[in-house]
Nanobody, 126 residues
Framework: QVQLVESGGGLVQSGSSLTLACRYS????????IGWFRQAPGKEREGVSC????????MYEDSVKGRFTLSRDNANNTIYLQMNSLKPEDTAVYSC???????????????????WGQGTQVTVSS
């Protein structure tokens, strides 16, 4: 059974930092890509950052490049999203997803994912 459990969300001021964690079970990242997605009220879900299974490469959405860092802790089956210089437009529900993506595809496309966590709210005040 695949499970994804996110933690670390909260309310912070603009310019602050926050680290999200996603503990996964029931999947092997040797075969499953995994990533962070977010959805703000009234907007579609968008990919934030992800790791592709086949080459372990990390991808970032343009607006978070240089501010967010995705890392993984294999020993604890956890991935982290370190978010620095947060902006009000980063406010959203952040969810962790995983899926057996087709080789070569972008891992920032949420529709290709098979499993999702419950999400964690990140609110950035101005």
């Amino acid at each position: 059974q695949v499970q994804l459990v996110e933690s670390g969300g909260g309310l912070v001021q603009s310019g602050s930092s926050l680290t999200l964690a996603c503990r996964y079970s029931g999947v092997s990242l040797n075969y499953y890509s995994i990533g962070w997605f977010r959805q703000a009220p009234g907007k579609e879900r968008e990919g934030v950052s992800c790791i592709r299974a086949w080459d372990r490469s990390t991808m970032y959405e343009d607006s978070v490049k240089g501010r967010f860092t995705l890392s993984r802790d294999n020993a604890n089956n956890t991935i982290y999203l370190q978010m620095n210089s947060l902006k009000p437009e980063d406010t959203a529900v952040y969810s962790c997803g995983t899926g057996a993506l087709e080789y070569g595809n972008s891992c920032l496309i949420g529709g290709d994912y098979d499993y999702w966590g419950q999400g964690t709210q990140v609110t950035v005040s101005s």
